[in-house]
């Protein structure tokens, strides 16, 4: 990527994310974000006024002491107790008051990136598109809490600067005084020479620091993702333990933990080697300011035109000026990595925004939903559904289907033709294509994927899921536990510290998810291998049990195993073409009825669910 285009993409980045943050200060909470903004102002004038007082103060003890005047000395001694105590409470309000805007801005930012992150499974839809948002949790987590916390102090910290200078600039040309020095035998005159002195002086130190950190920011960038990838790939061993010590990948897991610490510490030795650079110019800087104006003034205070006070003052006030002037120098390293955080948070809120224009009714190229309260329609009604990744490539071409209630459709098909993509698709978690999923008004569906979400608390909230705890009752989550064949969990519903998502086998999280389906009694459940994990028998029994819980649900269900066609009326056909998955078939089958298989199969009625032991 040429710099030109990568420039260009840091402006936008950068625009973008300006939009979202600056809502602080126009929407629902602009009162609280004035109201700081004025504190914060108020602050810093208040505690301009006291240093200059204290430059002033500091002038008058040393021609005190120079002239050896006692009653001077004791007198300013006094004064000042009033001015370090308002100066220290003046830094404690500065940092309530940054601190406080930093928190606050922080929580209304993460908080609609929140929103926008689970709005209409968007948090799902990120795997599926290209962009740069990789690792959103870190994004809002850690990038949003830079992205926030450096502006209000790099605004603090601008206005301080800017301030201070103009006020000491003041002091510097009055006190320094003028400057008479012979040039090629020419008498020149410089008015207020330590200000072109100061001035001249900053712009040499803060050239040289924007050439020297001019790849901070790319580097700050690479830093942060490095980060997040080791953190994440951490993640990801915690919560696939199981199978990955089972498998024997410690040594494999080791190999590409390995790897990716390697990243992130090859990272830091590039910042590490640009702190070096950088501290090189600010070090100077610190030992160095302070000694400049002492040498320009010696000769005139040796000559007696200058006091030892108007000296020192002189010198404070230039080092005030040179703090100012170079507040870049000081702070370009925390500018590059805020700059890299608004990057990562810009570029999550511009896949957001894309996700977010597929699902306008207007947006070209995505699946319409539309309810209907046209008396008979079915449940379900597939209209000319073509499905398609992001960037417009087909996965399954147009399909027409109409799933009416209590109905059961069994999605058939080799590996990769597309079903579980129709499915989601379905269910609404898939916005690319066309055509339109008409579904009838007041239907609500529940949908079944393969690995069930198992949520952190105690037993009864993962029944209840995604209800509320106290929306569901202890009795009809036993109930449902005891139909799933759970029952042996039943007096732990309220059990305190159990890590249920790595306690429950795989076939036991999936009995759980009928447990939910059992509570919510949806219109239309749509399973997605759903039953992938139960023996023959449990997922014989668990559809049974379905069939005669929920008898007037419609059922879209993706699955291989041929026993799961006793429990559908209908078999639609996937087959894999070249210009994508078509549904090359739309037939009725052919059984016995469910009870009757059962009875054939087992050799008895069947009945409550018993509670079958992993």
Same mark, same amino acid.
């Given at each position: 990527?040429?710099?030109?285009?990568?420039?260009? @993409?840091?402006?936008?980045?950068?625009?973008?994310?300006?939009?979202? &943050? *600056?809502?602080?200060?126009?929407?629902?909470?602009? +009162?609280?974000?004035?109201?700081?903004?004025?504190?914060?102002?108020?602050?810093?004038?208040?505690?301009?006024?006291?240093?200059?007082?204290?430059?002033?103060?500091?002038?008058?003890?040393?021609?005190?002491l120079e002239k050896q005047n006692f009653s001077a000395v +004791?007198?300013?001694?006094?004064?000042?107790?009033?001015?370090?105590?308002?100066?220290?409470?003046?830094?404690?309000?500065?940092? $309530?008051?940054?601190?406080?805007?930093?928190?606050?801005?922080?929580?209304?930012?993460?908080?609609?990136?929140?929103?926008? $992150?689970?709005?209409?499974?968007?948090?799902?839809?990120l795997n599926l598109v290209s962009g740069?948002?990789?690792?959103?949790?870190?994004?809002?987590?850690?990038?949003?809490?830079?992205a926030t916390e450096s502006p209000v102090d790099f605004a603090f910290g601008i206005i301080t600067a800017v301030l201070t200078a103009v006020t000491f600039i003041g002091v510097l040309w009055v006190v320094g005084g003028d400057i008479t020095f012979t040039l090629a035998g020419q008498r020149i005159h410089v008015p207020g020479f330590l200000v072109f002195v100061a001035v001249a002086y900053a712009l040499?130190?803060?050239?040289?620091?924007?050439?020297?950190?001019?790849a901070f920011v790319a580097i700050a960038e690479s830093k942060n993702q490095s980060e997040a990838e080791f953190r994440y790939a951490a993640t990801r061993l915690r919560e696939y333990g199981e199978s990955i010590a089972l498998l024997g990948g410690d040594q494999e897991e080791r190999s590409s933990l390995g790897a990716t610490l390697g990243r992130v510490v090859h990272s830091w030795t590039l910042m590490c080697h640009q702190y070096m650079r950088t501290t090189v110019v600010s070090y100077t800087n610190f030992v160095v300011a302070p000694v400049i104006p002492l040498i320009l003034c010696a000769p005139?205070? *040796?000559?007696?035109?200058?006091?030892?006070?108007?000296?020192?003052?002189?010198?404070?006030?230039?080092?005030?000026?040179?703090?100012?002037?170079?507040?870049?120098? !000081?702070?370009?390293?925390?500018?590059?990595?805020?700059t890299a955080s608004v990057n990562r948070v810009a570029g999550l809120l511009a896949s957001l925004d894309r996700l977010e224009r597929a699902e306008r009714p207007e947006a070209h190229g995505r699946i319409a939903r539309v309810e209907t309260d046209e008396p008979g329609a079915p449940s379900l009604r597939l209209r000319g559904v073509s499905v398609t990744l992001d960037d417009g490539t087909e996965v399954v071409g147009e399909t !027409?289907?109409?799933?009416?209630?209590?109905?059961?459709?069994?999605?058939?098909?080799?590996?990769?033709? +597309?079903?579980?993509?129709?499915? @989601? &698709?379905?269910?609404?978690?898939?916005? $690319? +294509?066309e055509g339109e999923v008409v579904v009838r008004r007041g239907v609500r569906m529940f949908f079944m994927p393969q690995r069930p979400y198992v949520p952190i608390g105690i037993l009864k909230r993962a029944v209840a899921y995604p209800a509320a705890?106290?929306?569901?009752?202890?009795?009809?989550?036993?109930?449902?536990?005891?139909?799933?064949?759970?029952?042996?969990?039943?007096?732990?519903?309220?059990?305190?510290?159990?890590?249920?998502?790595?306690?429950?086998?795989?076939?036991?999280?999936?009995?759980?998810?009928?447990?939910?389906?059992?509570?919510?009694?949806?219109?239309?459940?749509?399973?997605?291998?759903?039953?992938?994990?139960?023996d023959t028998e449990t997922q014989h029994r668990l559809l049974t049990r379905l069939a005669e819980r929920l008898p007037h649900a419609a059922l879209i269900s993706v699955g291989h195993r041929p026993e799961l066609e006793a429990f559908h009326d209908r078999r639609l056909v996937l087959a894999r073409r070249p210009e994508g998955a078509r549904l090359v078939r739309d037939e009725h089958l052919e059984h016995s009825g469910v009870s009757r298989l059962l009875a054939q199969i087992f050799g008895r009625p069947t009945g409550r669910l018993a509670g079958e032991k992993r």
């Open positions: 990527m040429s710099d030109s285009i990568t420039r260009a @993409r840091r402006r936008s980045l950068f625009r973008r994310f300006w939009r979202t &943050a *600056l809502g602080f200060w126009r929407g629902a909470s602009k +009162g609280k974000a004035w109201f700081l903004t004025g504190v914060l102002l108020a602050t810093i004038l208040v505690q301009l006024f006291i240093q200059v007082r204290l430059n002033v103060w500091n002038r008058d003890i040393f021609d005190a +004791g007198w300013l001694a006094l004064i000042f107790v009033p001015l370090a105590v308002a100066a220290v409470a003046l830094n404690v309000a500065s940092v $309530w008051g940054r601190l406080t805007t930093q928190r606050t801005w922080r929580a209304w930012l993460s908080n609609r990136l929140i929103d926008r $992150w689970l709005e209409h499974g968007r948090y799902y839809q740069e948002h990789q690792n959103p949790e870190f994004r809002i987590a850690e990038d949003t809490r830079i040499v130190t803060t050239t040289a620091m924007i050439y020297i950190a001019r005139k205070y *040796l000559a007696g035109t200058m006091s030892l006070g108007e000296v020192m003052q002189a010198a404070t006030a230039f080092v005030t000026v040179q703090q100012s002037f170079n507040w870049l120098v !000081e702070n370009y390293p925390k500018m590059a990595d805020w !027409e289907v109409e799933i009416g209630a209590g109905e059961k459709v069994l999605v058939v098909g080799e590996s990769g033709t +597309g079903k579980s993509t129709l499915v @989601r &698709a379905v269910a609404g978690l898939w916005p $690319w +294509g705890v106290e929306e569901v009752s202890d009795e009809d989550v036993v109930g449902a536990l005891t139909d799933a064949g759970l029952e042996h969990l039943v007096d732990k519903i309220h059990a305190q510290g159990i890590p249920w998502e790595r306690t429950l086998s795989g076939g036991e999280q999936q009995r759980l998810a009928f447990a939910q389906l059992f509570i919510h009694r949806p219109d239309v459940v749509v399973m997605d291998e759903a039953t992938a994990a139960l």
